[in-house]
């Protein structure tokens, strides 16, 4: 079994853990693209050290490797609808 089920029509967002659900909740309620600063700020993480964001950020690569959210080109991510 999957810590991040790939998205489909039989799981919804309640099969996430609990910090993942955290993680697509930030980036949804931001409406637009945003950094893994800003959802590192929003979690209360100390954004100014490199290493501190670096597992966050491996987090919201997983969540859009199994379609939740988007990665987009320049490393900002977005919720897919």
């Known amino acids: 079994m999957l810590l991040v089920p790939h998205r489909g029509d039989s ?34 993480l100390q954004v100014e050290v490199r290493r501190k964001l670096e597992p966050l950020r491996a ?4 969540l859009a490797d199994r ?4 990665k987009r080109g320049d490393g900002k991510f977005t919720a897919r609808l």
């Open 67 to 70: 379609s939740w959210l988007h």
């Open 11 to 44: 799981v919804d967002e309640t099969a996430l853990p609990d910090d993942y659900r955290r993680i697509l909740a930030i980036v949804r309620a931001a409406g637009g693209p945003v950094q893994v600063r800003v959802v590192g700020e929003e979690l209360g």
């Open 59 to 62: 987090k919201l690569v997983r």
